[in-house]
């Protein structure tokens, strides 16, 4: 489903350049739950960047269900975005000016085909309306950003990422702006919809107890992978 | 394929400009200031020029006049039928000179007879009588109106008889103005004024008869307020010009060269301030639109990474910056049609003229118009940037662009990698120079505007960028020595992101554009204000022999009401023989009928010097030592306007011949009289030896009282009973009182300019607050008071509007030197109103920057580091 291949990405920082990731190679198979870990500065925002095409890298490939994006065009890159991958932001990344339903409904708006089955407005709402309650908000689709808690921004954020049943969902320190209490219920609601959903879930995250969750953890250090393993219960 | 709808784009579109009401104000503003200039200014002065050329036409009595020393010919006169039914009106009018005399004392006297057919004529001014009543009531075949010189040399009142010719006529009125006295032959004697059946009865049109013939031509009235179209007018000249190959057609506009050179400066200079305005609102709006979308730049990578397409974002912000430019067109045409009803009450005591105001939808629709597409057009770089923002912003701010200046190396960016900028910046120069040449009445203004603007703008990003790096190099030279707030102050412009060399020019540009105004504005006003002095001549005396000119001189000198020693011309009459040596029988005129070769004037000035109210235009004057030369090698100056008719330039050769004396004199000069003076009338001046000794007839002006002519006239007629005084007072009055209504017009509407302008910079610097807000609350946070972040402010923005106020003024002056050369206007080179204006704007910028930072000095830190 994801595979990485030889993965190099440097940036300029006035008149230094900076090599973050040095040659990465990693495949994950369909509806597998993996885990990049690392310490801050290791390189793992930046991978996750490069495996939701959000940055172009300095060498080496990405391949999304058998397609190669790393060099495409922006606009097919951003509609391999919309239809591929599902997005969770640790600071959840919300439109502040469209609500609850809104924001959930928006990469339907943006991407989904009103010709094909489900593509319609009226598909899109039900879905929307649907994901949301069940993360438990179905008395706040009609709320802005602001006027949510933390823990309730980021279960729209998550309502959201799976609202066009993204084959990847791509979760960044999900839980990091949460106390406990709502980060553990925010990895729940996540490993639930993965799991009905069937999806392949890529999480980025330095904390060890969250990892633990996954079926692999990839650890990075200084841009390279220090460790690749699986969950023994799963081995 | 999937697309975003319009209803969903415009959605968040509105939602976000909701959000921040605060910013998009000053958005709509702009746009707003920018339309109401454009229309207030341009509404107002085209209903004043509508004005104003009725007034210039009522000194031709008409649009068109033509005019012949015969009488037309059968196929002429079929050309005029034909023009009249073509809807055009015609009248004429015969000018001749004959005697008149009293048929109880048979006492004879030179008059000039002018007939007119009372029902038509003049088209358009009033002729004054006394008793006031209709021309067409006064005039019939048995009446005539004389001058009042005429009641006060024959010793008749009204309702004598006066004998003409063959008949005799009743004194019905004296003729206290006629509108197109100024463009009348300054004939001897006084005037007489008849219908046609009155002149058929007169049996004075005999034929072969020395008569001059003026035909008058209304053309139809096209416009909503009866204006006329200017082209129509242009195209009837070229006709008339054709049919009548011996006449000399004039348009209204040439009648009389101050209040012609009035209409064009204050035409030309209103279209100038129009654009200026527009430009300046365009320019607050690509500062607030550039500033909305960096912090819009989070929304958009989000949009992105949830797979929205470039072309779905900038559909957004499209419908977004439409619809302010919408709601700033629409509050900008009610504030402009405010400023055109306000307008006339605040000049209605100082000027006399009440315009015909009312709204006109197209001038409405073009305000509107032209509001969308400046905004659009000045928003395209900003939306086209959308296409570059990558969606990593979301995870990660620090990206591989960090340079010395954004702005500059952005600018670079773009145009060495990004055709598409490149295609916009055409887009926008393209667009406009459509607006501009659309919106200037004078097309060469919009070229020059929009040419100058895109020269202007790229040296001005050019020195805003050098001086920029000459203060980063003082910076970094002296950086510990300054005081920490002077240091910080210089180094925030070079805060990442701060678009300071963007800000400098548009500040700059707009400084420039204001001044501009400013010197323009002045320099007209003050020429203008020469151009209406209120002692230029209004008497003018006629037929005047050598030896009656120092008498002459001292009757004036000891009349009350004469403001100024009198301006005498000496006139020899000569003939052309030759031009260039050619027969002049056998040379190509145009437009100027060859027998007029045969009576022209010749004038000497005295003083070495072109005389007062007379410009060289090519050539030079003559020296001391052609000056005395001058018998031997006669050297003549002639009027530009007489040149072109006749076929001569600088260089070119003149045969005259006076009397049994011929003489062949070399052009050295050209030139233009402001019509004001009484070589005005001169057409050819040369060197006084050239001409000493030839029979002299002296022709003078002088200005007196209108209230204290008539004793003049008494006292000269006592005294020298053959010259012929006329009097103008009543019709130089009207242009001098037009041309000081036009001066207070563009002063009026130049200052509504300039606050318009001053308003929309203070936006642009009111929209770079938002880059400052985290800053501050670090600077707090570190324990900073609201004193020491407002001198650093203070000196940011001191240091902008000074450079800005200096590259700016530079750039006025220039510019105003050569568009003021265009205009024939001298370029008054005031450097204190240049430092003056410097400071002013820097005082400005920071008072502005003050106003537009209180709110964000009150902020707490921590609702801005929450947000974060």
């Known amino acids: 489903m994801i595979s990485v291949a030889s993965l190099n990405k440097s940036i300029r920082n006035g008149s230094r350049t900076v090599d973050i990731l040095k040659g990465i190679d990693f495949t994950i198979p369909q509806g597998q739950f993996a885990a990049i870990m690392g310490s801050s500065g290791s390189g793992k925002s930046t991978l996750l960047g490069l495996l939701a095409g959000l940055d172009t890298p300095s060498s080496g490939e990405v391949h999304l269900a058998g397609t190669a994006i790393s060099y495409l065009p922006e606009d097919q890159l951003a509609q391999v975005r919309g239809r591929t991958i599902g997005f969770v932001f640790q600071s959840y990344q919300l439109i502040p000016t469209l609500t609850a339903l809104e924001n959930v409904l928006l990469p339907h708006e943006l991407n989904a085909d009103p010709k094909l089955p489900g593509g319609s407005q009226k598909d899109g709402l039900a879905r929307s309306r649907q994901l949301l309650t069940s993360v438990g908000l179905e008395d706040r689709m009609d709320h802005y950003p602001v006027q949510l808690s933390g823990g309730e921004q980021q279960r729209v954020a998550l309502a959201r990422a799976f609202v066009l049943r993204p084959p990847i969902v791509l979760a960044d320190e999900p839980t990091g702006n949460l106390d406990t209490v709502n980060g553990a219920a925010v990895l729940n609601l996540l490993l639930n919809l993965n799991k009905t959903e069937g999806t392949t879930l890529v999480l980025v995250t330095h904390d060890p107890v969250l990892a633990s969750y996954a079926d692999r953890r990839i650890t990075l250090r200084d841009g390279l992978i220090l460790s690749d393993e699986l969950t023994p219960t799963l081995a | ?868």
Request: net charge positive.
């Open chain 2, 1 to 868: 394929m999937p697309t975003l709808s319009y209803q969903s784009a415009a959605k968040i579109a509105y939602r976000e400009m909701l959000a921040s009401r605060g910013k998009f104000f000053f958005v709509i503003l702009s746009v707003a200031i920018g339309v109401a200039a454009l229309t207030g200014v341009r509404g107002f002065s085209s209903s004043f020029r509508a004005t104003l050329l009725t007034h210039a036409r009522s000194i031709l009595a008409a649009d068109l006049s033509a005019r012949s020393t015969r009488q037309p010919t059968p196929d002429e006169i079929m050309g005029l039928i034909q023009i009249e039914r073509a809807g055009i009106l015609v009248t004429p009018v015969t000018e001749l000179l004959s005697m008149a005399s009293v048929p109880v004392t048979m006492d004879p006297l030179l008059v000039s007879v002018k007939a007119v057919d009372p029902t038509r004529f003049p088209f358009y001014g009033t002729v004054d009588l006394d008793p006031a009543q209709p021309l067409a009531q006064a005039l019939h075949a048995d009446t005539v109106a004389v001058g009042d010189d005429l009641l006060l040399r024959l010793h008749l009142k009204r309702g004598d008889q006066l004998k003409l010719g063959n008949a005799l006529f009743t004194i019905a009125a004296a003729v206290t103005n006629e509108p197109d006295r100024l463009s009348s032959n300054f004939s001897a004697g006084p005037r007489v004024l008849m219908s046609r059946d009155a002149l058929d009865r007169s049996g004075l049109l005999a034929p072969g008869s020395h008569a001059g013939q003026r035909f008058l031509f209304k053309m139809p009235q096209t416009g909503t307020r009866g204006t006329v179209n200017d082209s129509a007018v242009a195209d009837m000249k070229l006709h008339l010009e054709k049919l009548l190959p011996e006449s000399q057609i004039i348009d209204y506009r040439e009648t009389n060269p101050a209040l012609t050179q009035g209409l064009d400066r204050a035409t030309s200079l209103l279209s100038l301030m129009s654009l200026v305005a527009l430009v300046l609102g365009a320019i607050g709006v690509a500062m607030a639109m550039r500033a909305h979308l960096q912090q819009r730049l989070d929304t958009i990578a989000i949009m992105k990474s949830l797979g929205a397409r470039s072309s779905q974002v900038i559909k957004i912000y499209l419908l977004q910056t439409l619809l302010l430019g919408l709601l700033g067109g629409i509050l900008g045409v009610a504030m402009g049609v405010g400023v055109q009803l306000a307008l006339p009450l605040f000049l209605a005591k100082l000027i006399n003229v009440v315009p015909d105001l009312h709204i006109d939808p197209r001038s409405i629709a073009t305000g509107l118009g032209a509001g969308i597409l400046t905004t659009l057009l000045f928003t395209l770089p900003p939306l086209l940037d959308i296409r570059n923002v990558r969606p990593i912003l979301i995870l990660r701010r620090a990206m591989d662009e960090a340079s010395d200046d954004p702005f500059i190396s952005a600018v670079f960016a773009k145009l060495t990698r990004n055709y598409t900028q490149i295609l916009a910046a055409i887009l926008i120069l393209g667009g406009l120079a459509a607006i501009a040449t659309t919106l200037s009445d004078s097309r060469t203004v919009g070229k020059y505007f929009t040419f100058g603007l895109v020269a202007v703008l790229i040296i001005l990003l050019a020195a805003s960028w050098a001086v920029l790096r000459v203060l980063r190099l003082f910076l970094s030279k002296t950086r510990l020595s300054l005081p920490s707030s002077l240091r910080h102050g210089l180094a925030n412009l070079y805060r990442p992101g701060n678009p300071s060399a963007a800000l400098l020019a548009a500040l700059g540009m707009g400084v420039m554009q204001i001044m501009t105004v400013y010197l323009v504005q002045q320099a007209v006003v003050s020429e203008l204000h020469i151009s209406s002095a209120p002692n230029l001549p209004n008497v003018f005396l006629v037929d005047m022999t050598n030896d009656e000119v120092p008498g002459i001189r001292a009757v004036i000198a000891h009349q009350p009401g004469v403001t100024k020693e009198p301006e005498l011309l000496p006139v020899v009459s000569s003939r052309i023989t030759q031009l260039n040596g050619a027969p002049a029988a056998d040379v190509k005129l145009t437009n100027f009928p060859k027998r007029m070769l045969q009576t022209i004037s010749l004038s000497w000035s005295a003083t070495g010097q072109p005389p007062e109210g007379t410009k060289v235009t090519k050539g030079k004057w003559w020296t001391p030592q052609q000056e005395s030369d001058a018998r031997k090698h006669p050297v003549v100056a002639i009027s530009d306007r007489l040149a072109d008719r006749l076929g001569v330039k600088v260089g070119s050769t003149i045969t005259f011949a006076v009397q049994d004396t011929t003489m062949t004199a070399k052009v050295l000069a050209l030139t233009v009289s402001d019509g004001q003076h009484a070589y005005g009338r001169a057409e050819f001046v040369l060197p006084h030896d050239a001409l000493a000794g030839l029979p002299t007839v002296w022709y003078g002006g002088v200005h007196v009282d209108p209230s204290q002519v008539g004793q003049l006239q008494r006292a000269l007629y006592a005294a020298y009973p053959t010259v012929t005084v006329i009097n103008v007072a009543a019709a130089l009055e009207t242009v001098r009182a037009v041309v000081i209504q036009i001066t207070y017009v563009i002063q009026f509407l130049a200052a509504f300019s300039i606050f318009a302008g001053i308003i929309i910079l203070a936006s642009s610097i009111a929209g770079t607050r938002y880059r400052r807000m985290r800053e501050v609350v670090v600077l707090k946070t570190l324990g900073a008071t609201r004193a020491r972040i407002a001198t650093i402010f203070s000196i940011e923005f001191a240091v902008l509007g000074l450079v800005a106020g200096l590259v700016g003024v530079s750039f006025a002056n220039l510019i105003a030197s050569r568009l003021l050369k265009s205009l024939n206007v001298a370029y008054p080179n005031n450097w204190l109103t240049s430092i003056v204006g410097i400071f002013l704007i820097a005082v400005l910028t920071v008072l502005t920057g003050w106003i537009a930072s209180h709110r964000i000095l009150g902020q707490k830190p921590l609702e801005v580091l929450r947000e974060e």
